[in-house]
């Protein structure tokens, strides 16, 4: 079956970076755009960045443009998100998303001093 699991998820300071990673399975990886979404606290989850199926078209919100970095490594079923200058407003639980139309579990970063 489909999974998706995320992980790289933690607390870090504002300025700082991470990279989630979401390790795919159980469907033909290459064949499929991937996203990242987030949903911050009592608000809606929305698209953060995503890439298509060769990684050579990328996609970013406004709020990310410039600070986050999709890509994905089909050899091993990968998708990454590379955070720069993360902000507080940052904080959510990020989400893997196939188009195939299976989520991962999240994980969940939090951007506080």
């Known amino acids: 079956q489909v999974q998706l699991v995320e992980s790289g998820g933690g607390l870090v300071q504002p300025g700082g970076s991470l990279r989630l990673s979401c390790a795919a399975s159980g469907f033909t990886f290459s064949a499929y755009v991937m996203k990242w979404y987030r949903q911050a606290p009592g608000k809606e989850r929305e698209l953060v960045a995503s890439i298509s199926t060769a990684g050579r078209t990328t996609n970013y919100a406004d709020s990310v443009k410039g600070r986050f970095t999709i890509s994905r490594d089909n050899a091993k079923n990968t998708v990454y998100l590379q955070m720069n200058s993360l902000k507080p407003e940052d904080t959510a639980v990020y989400y893997c998303?196939?188009?195939?139309?299976?989520w991962g579990q999240g994980t969940q970063v939090t951007v506080s001093s």
């Open positions: 998303y196939a188009t195939i139309g299976s």
